[in-house]
DNA sequence: ACAAGCTTTTGAACATGTTCAAAAACAACT
DNA sequence: AGTTGTTTTTGAACATGTTCAAAAGCTTGT
């Protein structure tokens, strides 16, 4: 199914960075699954030995995508940070990297929702929760014992949500996700502190019965 | 484009009953606008002549449901009912009308979150409103002053998200979108109430400002 | 050098969503 | 009844995602 050889790693590479090229000149639809096998001087069927589908490269776009995100925003996470501005650096950066793929916005969505349980969506589920574990480990103050534990689900939960916020926002330069994250920072902060009042902390403790199983 | 004549009108009524009844039987994806077509005794030119897509199809139905949802759980918002009860009852009625097309729901989220601005939509909106604001109109006791004129369009923001989680939750018979809403209705009703300390009640002017412009 | 068994590549087919020009059916008017 | 214009219907084509059996290349062991 997948590379085994050099010369196998070299076309699947060849293919993916054709496929990047295209989509960002003719976007998602307008991009053939022959016009990246014709560009890439390969096989139709050979792409189809490479990607199981269209979504398929999407899907592994994406994940790249998440990498990025994490290893651009991990050195914005400076001591001295409190937790809102961690927040806010770490969703902005989401929001520019994402930026250039907006008219992806539908096809990632059906692979970062896509419930599948496959190797690909539990690494990228881990490199997610592990950028949101330093935001809230470099955050200064620390975030109150009671939730600090539960935090990192939780902001991750947030940044699906602006994700799919952003998705679809059809606003110019997604400048209505844009202020949204600018809302929803100071929000999030206000709400950690609130969270030593009970009736703040059982409405969090029904939201994280919801992370904790899954999603 | 549409239908002018009556006898326009069945043809377009058969088209989407056929398809009703095979989108149940073989599923979305499962479904071909030829089988339509055939089932229906139609060519299939003349579907597309009724219906400009596939998504088109779906779109209508998703309206229906809608329309369902409303008149379904309008009896149910009786006198007596606190918001949180309305909520409650609203929000699981909405996800037992939606429980047979379960499998739809990525088509749906496409129709539903596209972010057109044409009448379809805009009558969908409109009707979905409806519907919350008289989930808080009949509630008592009444939400505070302060939040009342905006809550109908808080709600239906909550509604958006449950049925988006409820669209990507694999879990048997939607348990966990179930548990969801149980848990939901309660902390939004508390946070109704904790909408009189400034705290949270700027919280939630981030989130307003959000609902106003636009979704 | 050769055989056996992988991996890679190809080319042709298939299925299905969608489009379109032309035919048929119908309605309205004279 | 006949003409004219509109609505409905058809059938054939097209575009594109996807599959598959067979060919070609490569690697490894003899």
Chains 1, 2 share one sequence.
Not at 73 to 87: A, C, D, K, Q, R
Not at 175 to 198: E, G, H, T, W, Y
Request: aromatic share 8%; glycine share 4%; hydrophobic share 45%.
């Amino acid at each position: 199914m997948t590379q085994q050889t050099a010369k196998g790693a070299e076309t699947r590479r060849l293919l993916l960075n054709t496929a990047l090229r295209l989509f960002a000149k003719e976007g998602f639809a307008g991009t053939t699954m022959r016009a990246i096998a014709r560009e890439s001087g390969v096989s139709l069927g050979n792409t189809y030995y490479y990607f199981e589908s269209k979504d398929a490269i999407v899907h592994e776009l994406f994940r790249n995508l998440v990498e990025q995100h994490r290893s651009a925003s991990w050195p914005l996470l400076v001591p001295g940070n409190n937790l809102e501005t961690n927040v806010r650096l770490s969703l902005e950066k989401s929001l520019e990297i994402l930026s250039p793929f907006h008219e992806f916005g539908p096809a990632f969505i059906r692979t970062a929702f896509s419930g599948a349980q496959d190797e690909l969506a539990e690494t990228r589920r881990a490199l997610e929760l592990e950028l949101w574990r330093q935001v809230v480990a470099t955050a200064r103050p620390l975030p109150p014992l009671a939730i600090r534990q539960d935090l990192p689900q939780l902001l991750r939960l947030v940044q699906r949500g602006v994700f799919l916020f952003w998705a679809y926002d059809s606003s110019v330069d997604a400048k209505r996700s844009r202020r949204l994250v600018k809302n929803v920072a100071p929000a999030i902060a206000r709400l950690v502190v609130l969270s030593r009042m009970p009736v703040v902390r059982s409405i969090l403790d029904d939201v994280i019965s919801l992370v904790r199983p899954a999603t």
